[in-house]
């Protein structure tokens, strides 16, 4: 068990210390230019690695970059566009407090497409934020799969009036995707976005964001294209990866049940996340793959479903699992991301720092993360740190994770929706697939736009 003074090391080393300050990114936003988004590309990238060493090893190392290390490029990601089998398109942020300026760059085939807007202050910019999830009326709604805490406060912002949220959502729509660059994309027939988050943009349901209207009504992102969470820019410094051709071998955990009591929350059980996992189960069964379900699949649910039993699971999958499906209850810890943040298994709190434990490096598998908060962490100026980039650093290509304290039936709904999908094509357009699905169901945006991709486009 970690002492409290060994603790507070780690909060420390995670949080805004003198030494993590001499190396912080300050994103660079003037004019607009293509030689301004190439110098945020070429910082970014290098905060982002010193980021996910202090993921790795506690400490932000401001010492000089090590040999090895190559820096991202602009040319990096336009030789990866160029190289893309579909029409793909790279959305940057920059916000220049002190300007104040917010600067948007949607970089395509056909070159790069910016915007720059003025007047743009952190508190009126963090307002839109709030006021998009009272627009979905986020956390109000959305307790169905959240724990009742026991003497914590919980972080979340009040639910807003809805015509204010309606405005929130609208503008805060006009600001991430502007004219100029909603225009590239209809015009250009982009089919995925691809989104390297400034600060905790990470956490925005980009689906849900305004594109204008079509026939009257507001055309959404999500009826346009996909949308991906990329972990930085260096995740372009390599060709478009290949789809994956199955989804097996795999392990699907579902609804864990433990004697044991949390020392902040209670976990009820969860209906809809043991539905989720049988339903996941019976769709990778019926592959249509002709193996041995025994030498393909385990499913672990109720007190079964520990940690250990997890990794034992991929020890005689023999290390390989190509998905790695959890539907549980999540928490996430802004403040200690990798030790406070945590999956709720059989055997107690499974934390994010634990997940780098498991063998994900060779396989790379698609890890599904079918619980509250798990998109959400310790937010940076080149994004999040939490459950999700714990796990793509241990190995996984491609994280689906939460955006909110997400409802247990309706993200059965969604999420088997999306594991169906899944099997045919890449992870991105299988959610937005789901999604589509889902709005033509229940309009709600809450209810289909809580989930996001953080990974690389795979092709």
Request: with cysteine; charged share 25%.
């Amino acid at each position: 068990m970690m002492t409290v003074t060994a603790r507070a090391l780690v909060l420390l080393l995670l949080g805004a210390s003198p030494a993590a300050a001499l190396g912080q990114f300050f994103a660079k936003c003037g004019s607009g230019d293509r030689g301004e988004l190439a110098e945020n590309v070429r910082a970014h990238a290098q905060h982002t690695y010193r980021l996910d060493r202090k993921v790795s090893e506690y400490w932000y190392h401001n010492k000089k970059l090590p040999p090895e290390y190559e820096d991202a490029k602009l040319e990096d990601v336009e030789r990866f566009l160029r190289r893309s089998k579909e029409r793909m398109g790279v959305l940057y942020h920059a916000h220049d407090r002190a300007s104040p300026k917010y600067c948007t760059w949607l970089a395509t085939r056909r070159g790069v497409t910016s915007h720059v807007e003025t007047g743009v202050s952190k508190e009126e910019h963090d307002g839109l934020r709030d006021g998009l999830f009272g627009a979905l009326r986020v956390p109000e709604r959305m307790r169905g799969r959240a724990p009742t805490l026991r003497g914590a406060a919980l972080l979340a912002k009040a639910e807003v009036p809805a015509a204010d949220g309606e405005a929130a959502l609208k503008r805060l729509s006009e600001r991430l995707l502007p004219t100029p660059v909603v225009r590239a994309i209809l015009e250009q027939g982009v089919e995925t976005l691809v989104v390297v988050p400034h600060g905790d943009e990470g956490t925005i349901p980009f689906a849900a964001l305004h594109m204008g209207e079509s026939g009257g009504k507001p055309r959404l992102l999500v009826d346009v294209a996909s949308v991906l969470m990329a972990p930085g820019f260096e995740s372009f410094k390599k060709a478009p990866t290949p789809r994956r051709s199955a989804l097996v071998p795999a392990i699907v955990v579902g609804d864990p049940a433990s004697t044991a009591q949390d020392k902040d929350y209670d976990f009820p059980q969860l209906a809809g996340a043991r539905a989720e996992a049988a339903e996941v189960a019976r769709l990778l069964l019926g592959d249509g793959s002709g193996h041995s379900s025994a030498n393909l699949l385990v499913v672990l649910e109720g007190g079964a479903a520990t940690s250990e039993a997890v990794l034992d699971a991929a020890g005689r999958l023999g290390g390989t699992p190509q998905l790695l499906y959890l539907s549980t209850h999540g928490v996430a810890d802004p403040v200690d991301p990798l030790d406070g943040s945590f999956l709720w298994l059989a055997d107690g709190r499974w934390s994010a720092r634990q997940f780098q434990k498991f063998p994900a490096r060779d396989a790379q598998p698609l890890v599904v993360l079918s619980a509250c908060q798990t998109g959400l962490g310790k937010r940076f100026d080149v994004g999040t740190i939490g459950m999700a980039r714990s796990w793509q650093l241990a190995g996984a290509r491609s994280v689906v994770m939460s955006l909110w304290r997400v409802d247990d039936d309706a993200t059965r709904k969604l999420m088997v929706r999306f594991l169906a999908e899944a099997m045919r094509q890449p992870p991105d357009k299988a959610l937005r697939a789901a999604m589509l699905a889902r709005k033509a169901e229940d309009a709600d945006p809450a209810h289909w736009s809580s989930f996001a991709v953080f990974g690389v486009p795979e092709r």
